[in-house]
């Protein structure tokens, strides 16, 4: 009878249960690390924030060590690649005194 079952890879990367795809290994993060990622996803566009969280986790998993003020100067760096800030010029002085 043949073995069904399977060891877990030994290059630190998972196997997609369905396939031969690799997914990345997890990352460890504390709440407060998760915490700063998200509330730097949150002034973007939503259209943005795939692309920047994809970004981030792929910094991350370069990492060899993470600590607080490396994730805030990575999310600082990143974060301006995918910010495009409103145009708060448009639409002024149109109220009752502009």
Known sequence: ??????SPPSNGENRHPGGGSKLPSAIALTDAQLDAILAAATPLQPKA?????REVAQLLQQQPALGDGSLHRMLVVVQR??????D????????KYG
Do not use: A, E, Q, V
């Open 81 to 86: 690649k995918y910010f495009d800030p409103p």
């Open 88 to 95: 708060l010029g448009h639409g002024l002085h149109t109220g």
């Open 49 to 53: 924030r795939d692309r920047f969280l």
């Open 1 to 6: 009878m043949p073995d069904n079952t399977s």
